[in-house]
């Protein structure tokens, strides 16, 4: 199993769709959960961490299942402009570097 | 505050060249990652240092491939006899404090910086 795993997609919606992403980690013990935002060629960017109550940013929203070890992230109203990549990444206890997911493609259309 | 700062940002090598890659973290910060992104993959973790200090480099390939973050200066990571294969993009990142340090996630977020695309001829 690998240690961050998501759907790379793409996810093709319209303009003020809502859109979900799921992403599941293997290592129980970990402590820090992120979401980060690539665009194309670009330098990731941190969107938002993921605290175990949930939280939430404007139009955006993550969940954290220690249970079931995954991590959501939620995107109300979509904008052209959140067209990106979307990428998971865990950071394990005891460790001291993030580990990425692959990401999820997000394309947003008018 | 300028953020994270590498260059070159393209970088073009033959085969069997040297390569170096130059980081310089945010303002303040003393800890320093690099990162791997090969052609539809994920980042992965390559090094972690601090000021003359390596303190995690369970992602470097065993050959080839060395880091250093001096007291004076910018972080470098130096590919040695580059092949087809280190064709990438290098992510640089740096933080404030080391991961795990602080009761909140906030303390640990890495800035990225713009990356240094490397083509190996």
């Known amino acids: 199993r690998k240690e961050v795993e998501q759907d790379p997609g793409p996810f093709n919606v319209p303009e003020g769709a809502t859109v979900a992403f799921n992403c599941t980690y293997s290592?129980?013990?970990?402590?820090?959960f992120f979401w980060y935002r690539q665009d194309c060629r670009k330098e990731p960017k941190l969107l938002m961490s993921?605290?175990?109550s949930g939280n939430e940013d404007g139009r955006f929203t993550a969940q954290l299942n220690r249970a079931s070890q995954y991590i959501s992230l939620l995107i109300r109203d979509s904008k052209l402009s959140d067209s990106a990549t979307y990428l998971c990444?865990?950071?394990?206890?005891?460790?001291?570097?993030?580990?990425f997911g692959k990401g999820t493609m997000l394309l947003v259309s008018p | 505050n300028a953020g994270v700062m590498q260059n070159p940002r393209h970088l073009v090598r033959r085969r069997g060249q040297e390569a170096r890659l130059r980081c310089s973290p945010m303002?303040?910060?003393?800890?320093v990652y690099w990162y791997r992104q090969l052609p539809e993959e994920g980042l992965k973790f390559m090094v972690y240092?601090?000021?003359?200090?390596?303190?995690?480099e369970s992602g470097m390939p065993k050959e080839r491939f060395s880091a250093e973050f001096p007291k004076e200066g910018p972080s470098i990571l130096r590919i040695q006899q580059v092949v087809r294969g280190d064709s990438a993009a290098y992510f640089c990142?740096?933080?404030?404090?080391?991961?795990?340090?602080?009761?909140?996630?906030?303390?640990?977020?890495?800035?990225f910086g713009p990356g240094t695309r490397l083509t190996v001829l």
């Open positions: 290592n129980s013990a970990s402590q820090s």
């Open positions: 240092l601090q000021k003359e200090n390596i303190i995690d």
């Open positions: 990142a740096s933080s404030h404090r080391s991961p795990g340090q602080g009761s909140a996630p906030i303390y640990n977020e890495q800035f």
């Open positions: 990444v865990v950071l394990p206890s005891g460790y001291s570097t993030l580990t």
């Open positions: 993921v605290y175990s």
């Open positions: 303002k303040g910060h003393s800890h």
